[in-house]
């Protein structure tokens, strides 16, 4: 499988403690875009701090994840990009979302690379985003409460194209993603829309509400099951201090065994 060179050097070392709110209020968001710079990745995180913050620990955290578990979590997307909504070309009510191919995304700004992130920009705290996740995962809405699960979310998105393109090769519009992704079969675009397109029975929904949550459930896309689950199971691996003490996948045992299928054959594609 091919996946990047560099790891993503740890910028953080700290949970969402008193310490790591500190650090959030010192975050300087054009410091970490040049750190992303010099892995690769274009990010313009539009002046927000938490979410460069939680940009950062994510990737950090995958890349050491992958590291230590052999994982192929390492696949930090091309671009990362903070709008605002009145920015978008097409208005979404999502607050973030990943494009599986080039896109034009930002009015006035050319097409983005397939596989970049996107989130909404938040002018509020990371206790404002610790609190909002409570209360979301309180009301059964999404499948973790740990406050990075909107960016490890987003970022499980990207992963999972990276994956399917790796092994299936890329046959899209994108010049980046041709140039990365040479497998000789080149169904990668499709090989993502016949995951997105699985159909769940009635039972299989609701142990998707009962595993994840209702978005997930609502959706009726294995993509965003894929990602809620593997937001779910990361963020449970993680201690206090946001380190990996755990594989991940070692958290499926509880997960319906249709979605650990899921899981299990995007890794052996
Ligand atoms: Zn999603």
């Known amino acids: 499988m091919k996946v990047y060179k560099e790891q993503p050097n740890p910028i953080f070392k700290s949970g969402l403690n008193k310490k790591l709110i500190k650090d959030f209020n010192r975050i300087n968001p054009k410091s970490i875009e040049a750190e992303f710079r010099e892995f690769g990745v274009n990010a313009n995180f539009n002046n927000n701090a938490p979410l460069a913050g939680c940009f950062a620990l994510s990737v950090n955290i995958l890349g050491e994840i992958a590291a230590r578990y052999h994982l192929p979590f390492n696949f930090p997307p091309p671009e990362i990009r903070v709008y605002n909504p009145n920015e978008l070309i097409t208005p979404l009510r999502a607050r973030g979302f990943c494009i599986s191919d080039t896109k034009q995304v930002i009015k006035g700004e050319a097409p983005f690379v397939g596989t970049s992130v996107f989130m909404e920009k938040s002018t509020e705290s990371i206790n404002y985003i610790n609190f909002r996740r409570d209360l979301e995962y309180f009301f059964r809405v999404c499948s973790s409460p740990h406050f990075l699960a909107d960016t490890l979310h987003e970022l499980f998105h990207s992963i999972q194209c990276s994956i399917v393109y790796s092994k299936e090769g890329y046959d899209g519009a994108c010049p980046v993603l041709r140039k990365l992704y040479t497998a000789q079969s080149a169904n990668g675009t499709a090989k993502l829309d016949e995951i997105s397109n699985i159909k769940y029975s009635k039972k299989e929904i609701m142990e998707i509400r009962k595993y994840l949550g209702n978005y ?51 890794f052996s594609l």
Do not use: G, R, W, Y
């Open 216 to 266: 997930a459930a609502n959706t009726h896309n294995a993509l965003e099951v894929f990602a809620e689950t593997m937001t779910k199971i990361t963020a449970l691996s993680l201690n206090q201090k946001l380190e990996p003490i755990k594989n991940p996948m070692d958290n499926l045992k509880s997960a319906p065994k249709f979605i650990k299928k899921l899981i299990e054959e995007t």
